[in-house]
């Protein structure tokens, strides 16, 4: 059985989906946890389910003053994390012919700007975790949409090729520093994600999840808690995650 006693956790994204479910998996293995999103009631109702040694901190990653203010929480109320898991991400539909300024700015403020947020934030403190010896993870959701083509998602797999670039130039940064960068990429994954898209982009969703046959956020959830778990020598620097028939 995992064990992650002493541990201290940043989720974000922890309101639903791959959040939500690393960060249950994280507390029932014995962290203390911070669940971050913007939801206050979706955390706190999953923090009253993890119990005590769990925080529901609202804040927004495109906001810089809210972040402060969440971090500043999380310090307080918490302590000096050792794990950061960036989950919070948004996707959307944005054709390039459509020309959304908003919607391509709010996926780079999420996805790109948002994670480098809370990195800078909590980077100092994986540092010195893992000055004093202690086991220290960055880890990062990106998606398999920063590989594979898919026909209207363009600025989305923007973001996400920006974030897998991102985890591997930061995991050589913080090597010498013994901090571990994981950057995780699933496939076809069973959440709230889609419900931000437009009927058309949900129509599709769905065909692709009858085809394919979607991953469960915990299967994902899984695989982080496997690479926090190994021993602090071991990297796994990069993990892609899909359902069986997804190609
Ligand atoms: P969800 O929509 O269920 O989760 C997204 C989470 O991010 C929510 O908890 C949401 O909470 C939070 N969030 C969104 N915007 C912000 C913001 N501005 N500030 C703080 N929190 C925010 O989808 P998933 O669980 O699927 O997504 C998790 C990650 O997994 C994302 O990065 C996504 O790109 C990635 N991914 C998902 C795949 C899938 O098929 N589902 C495939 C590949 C990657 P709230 O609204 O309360 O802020």
Do not use: C
């Amino acid at each position: 059985m995992t064990d992650l006693t002493g541990r201290t956790a940043v989720v974000t994204g922890a309101a639903s989906g791959i959040g939500a479910a690393i960060a249950t998996q994280l507390a029932d293995a014995g962290a203390s946890v911070a669940l971050v999103a913007r939801r206050q009631d979706r955390l706190d109702d999953l923090a009253g389910k993890l119990g005590p040694r769990t925080i529901g901190v609202s804040l927004d990653v495109t906001s810089q003053a809210s972040v402060d203010a969440g971090v500043q929480q999380i310090h307080k109320r918490l302590g000096r994390p050792d794990l950061v898991v960036n989950a919070a991400g948004a996707m959307l539909a944005a054709p390039i012919e459509d020309g959304r300024l908003d919607d391509w700015t709010r996926m780079i403020e999420t996805n790109v700007t948002g994670v480098l947020r809370l990195i800078q934030a909590f980077t100092p403190d994986l540092i010195a975790a893992a000055g004093e010896g202690l086991t220290a993870d960055l880890v990062n959701i990106s998606s398999i949409g920063a590989h594979a083509i898919f026909p209207g998602y363009a600025v989305y797999g923007a973001t996400k090729a920006a974030l897998t670039q991102l985890s591997a130039a930061l995991r050589a940064d913080l090597a010498p520093y013994d901090v571990r960068v994981t950057n995780v990429e699933p496939g076809l994954t069973d959440t709230e994600l889609a419900t931000h898209l437009d009927s058309s982009g949900q129509d599709l969703i769905a065909s692709m999840n009858e085809q394919i046959g979607p991953l469960a956020a915990n299967d994902i959830a899984d695989v982080v808690t496997f690479a926090v778990s190994r021993r602090r020598e071991v990297n796994l620097r990069q993990i892609i995650a899909l359902p069986t028939r997804q190609a």
